[in-house]
């Protein structure tokens, strides 16, 4: 076989592929694929496979003394009970803080700032937390000290120490992502409201929520699974035993404590379920909601 042949056959065979979309740059993502795989498509898979091979009885065993029994049922309860909130209130507080640090000259700096906790990390925050509001902490001290209260406030190792753990530490996350929507909406959409007569309000409502509303949709979501992974915190700072016992703790105990592999892997397929029940439902209602281009041209 001719020189000149192979080159016409390699030259096919380049063709071929690229019609199929496969060229030298997309081979380049190949790595990446394998690395996802290896670290998230099989581990969720062989979790998945685990969950189905009991200690003791059928293939939903598992399942079955998962939801027969409040001590587990209920941890779904009591994570919701903490990450819906914190997740709300961290879109509350980041969205004014958001639109008021684009106006500003030294965004950079207060931006920095604002998402210090982030390198913190959970443990560090937690510490923080005790020496601050712990019952001899500073915080107590001085309301003690005015006479405000008669007695210290329990601030940590309960429902209310959890909480604010997640705020602090959810909140450089959330703030991050609707800076980035709110500094890419276009001011000139704004300015153009005022000339027409449109107060403050009427912006707001009008041009900057339609235009925000998948943005925080989507930071909703991200916020609300981080939240939702509340093991640090449920444990240094809240009550794992009663009030913060978390769907993430029972899946601890499950696999350290009584070495119950099957059934921690059960308990986090459901913890995932969960999860994807909030995201899926959060992005239904903003389908239903938000019309735009793409919705509008189906319609």
Known sequence: MSGATLNEERVSLRTRLA???????????LPGIIFIFALFVYPFCYGLWLSFQPKVGGALANYEKFFSQPFLYNTIWTTMRLALPVTLINLLISLPIAFRVRLMRNQRLLTTLL???????????????????????????????FGLISAPLKLVNNYWGVFISLVITGFPFT???????????????????????????NRFREVFFPLLLPGLAITFCLAFVQ?????????????????????????????????????????????????????????????????????????
């Open 19 to 29: 019609e199929k979309g496969i060229d030298g740059t997309t081979l380049l993502i």
């Open 227 to 299: 939240a939702y992974s509340v093991l640090p915190s449920a444990v240094l700072v809240g009550d794992p035993a009663n009030a913060t016992r978390v769907i993430s703790i029972a899946a601890y105990q499950a696999a350290t404590e009584e070495y119950d592999y099957p059934m921690a892997s059960a308990i986090a397929m459901i913890m995932g379920v969960t999860q994807l029940g909030v995201v899926a439902l959060v992005l239904a209602l903003r389908s239903l909601v938000y019309r735009g281009p793409v919705a509008a041209a189906k319609g």
């Open 115 to 145: 998402i210090l906790p982030i390198t913190l990390g959970t443990v560090l925050v937690a510490e923080g937390m005790i020496f601050y509001l712990g019952p001899q902490g500073w915080f107590n001290r001085i309301l003690l000290t």
């Open 175 to 201: 703030f991050l992502l609707i800076l980035s929507y709110v500094t890419g909406i276009d001011p000139s959409l704004e300015q153009a409201a005022a000339t027409l007569g449109a107060n403050a309000r």
